[in-house]
């Protein structure tokens, strides 16, 4: 949008155009808003509108120290992932891939404790 003087005629944009958000498009000085869909990290299948169960995660990264450095690696997970109960195991799998953290399958399977100890 743009602010027009009536004295000198000069259009006057606002400074804070730059900052549209990027599915924003500007059509015949109409304002359209875009839709973008997400896709699932795990399946690669696209996320709808409707699937109201879907999340995103954040994963911040961390220093040596354990600090956090700012960064951060997004993963989306659709809400038919998290209704079969298969979500904690895909980000497992999708943060050894970022590297975020180590492989859990070199580790041994949890000690089943018996009854002598």
């Known amino acids: 949008f743009s602010v ?19 599915a924003t498009t500007m059509t015949d000085e109409r304002k359209d808003e875009l839709y973008v869909p997400r896709k699932c990290s795990y399946t690669n299948r696209l996320i709808t ?8 995660l954040n994963i911040g990264h ?5 600090l956090f450095t700012g960064d951060y690696t997004a993963f989306a997970l659709s809400g038919t992932l998290r209704k079969m109960g ?9 943060a050894t891939k970022a590297g975020l953290m ?6 041994p399977e949890s000690h089943e404790v018996s009854k002598d100890e």
């Open 4 to 22: 027009v003087d009536n004295q000198t005629q000069k259009t006057h944009q606002p400074h804070n155009q730059h900052n549209q958000h990027p």
């Open 49 to 56: 509108a409707k699937d109201h169960g879907s999340v995103q």
């Open 62 to 66: 961390v220093d040596e120290n354990g």
């Open 86 to 94: 298969e979500s904690d195991a895909a980000i497992n799998q999708l």
């Open 102 to 107: 180590k492989d859990l399958s070199q580790y």
